[in-house]
């Protein structure tokens, strides 16, 4: 940036100067002279900005009495005073010029342009506020190192993501499976300007086989960013021994009937076409026992099919293998077994009728024996008593014998 200061401006500086002075010295200021400013300082406030924006810088003042105001660079270069540009460039331009605001912006801020800037406003002596301009450096798209595809399983991996130019340091945050990684290594660097820095951030971790298409992602924060992180993403890919099962077609195997045996192999690289034996030779009936890719059809099945199926998946990493025990079952005993058992249904009505008859005759009984207790009152012997004296004896005594003659049934 070169310094433009022409002469008719110096002037105007000299001249404003000297003017105040004679005021001075001819009686002090007067009503509406610059006592309206002398006692207050201009308001400026910082300005924070990301590089390659705008900035701008606002000099105010609440009283002012045609008094000058200026905005300088970190350097004391004069930007503008009053409405006048004093330097030559052009991304500095005037927002606003008054006798009590001067506003000028900054355009495509670089980080050489922060500091400190200062507004003047010339009163007797000159007053002037401080403002800082702080440049925000934007950190460059991370970049994810270490990975060489492919990675066998059980391996160490380790990641590396970078990022350059964050002023301040920008942060870094690891994902995977979206899922925060909090266990990671950090470096801060300062750049050879002295003014941004390089962070690295170290991940490791064992790999297995669920790592396979795993999208493990480096996140960068920083607040030039505006909420918006940048993001690199590595994708990985690991190759492990094939994981075999054997799925029947039916649970129950029935001679005469048809049977699939299907082996499901998952590996990677994918397993080649798989081999199927029985109790550890070749199949014995290739006519009936026809292999179709994965799938070992047996057709009719008998009694000589029984025995120890074997499936084997191959990978350039391992080989694996899983068994099925075949048992042909009789169509007639399952039939025998799946049917009514004639003989068991018998037995249980017979107990229930033996149940029902035993609580009939248990009822009857305790409601006859429960029917009351009675009591005969009549008088034994009465109509035998030689006179009426003696059968009225006779008739106190049954009386008096009532009460032992009571039956009592449990």
Not at 1 to 16: N, Q, V
Not at 343 to 367: E, M, P, Q, W
Not at 380 to 394: L, Y
């Amino acid at each position: 940036m070169e310094h433009k200061a022409p002469e008719y401006f110096l002037s105007l500086w000299k001249l404003a100067s000297s003017s105040r002075l004679m005021a001075m010295l001819h009686g002090g200021w007067g009503e509406g002279g610059t006592e309206g400013s002398q006692g207050q300082f201009p308001l400026t406030q910082n300005v924070t900005v990301v590089e390659g924006g705008t900035a701008i810088l606002t000099c105010r003042v609440d009283q002012n009495d045609n008094t000058s105001l200026q905005w300088s660079n970190p350097a004391q270069q004069t930007l503008y005073f009053d409405d006048k540009k004093a330097l030559r460039d052009n991304r500095i331009e005037l927002v606003r010029a008054s006798w009590h605001e001067l506003s000028i912006s900054v355009s495509d801020v670089s980080l050489s342009d922060e500091g400190q800037y200062t507004c003047s406003l010339f009163t007797m002596p000159v007053k002037t506020s401080k403002a800082y301009l702080t440049v925000l450096g934007v950190p460059e798209k991370p970049q994810i190192s270490g990975f060489s595809s492919p990675v066998m399983e059980g391996d160490l991996m380790q990641l590396t993501c970078k990022t350059s130019g964050s002023k301040p340091a920008a942060d870094i945050r690891w994902f995977k499976n979206d899922k925060e990684i909090k266990d990671v290594k950090y470096l801060k660097e300062e750049d050879a300007n002295r003014k941004t820095f390089t962070v690295s951030s170290t991940l490791d971790f064992r790999v297995d086989r669920s790592d396979d298409g795993v999208a493990v992602i480096c996140r960068v924060d920083h607040e030039a960013l505006n909420a918006t992180p940048q993001v690199a993403m590595q994708v990985l890919e690991i190759h492990y021994t094939p994981s075999v099962k054997i799925i029947p077609s039916t649970p129950f195997p029935q001679e005469g009937q048809p049977l699939i045996l299907t082996c499901e192999s998952k590996g990677k690289p994918l397993p080649e076409p798989v081999l199927w034996t029985k109790d550890g030779g070749e199949l014995p009936d290739p006519d009936r026992m026809v292999v179709s890719g994965r799938e070992l059809n047996i057709l009719f099945l008998n009694k000589t099919d029984n025995g120890t199926y074997r499936c084997e998946a191959t990978n350039t990493i391992g080989q694996s293998s899983a068994e099925y025990v075949l048992i042909v079952h009789d169509p007639n005993a399952l039939a025998g077994q799946t049917g009514p058992d004639h003989a068991l249904i018998g037995g249980i009505v017979a107990v229930v009728v033996f149940v029902t008859l035993c609580s009939i005759f248990l009822l009857g009984r305790y409601l006859a024996r429960h029917k009351g207790t009675y009591l005969t009152n009549e008088a034994k012997g009465a109509e035998d008593a030689p006179d009426a004296d003696t059968a009225i004896i006779n008739a106190e005594g049954s009386q008096v014998n009532a009460e032992e003659k009571k039956e009592y049934f449990i």
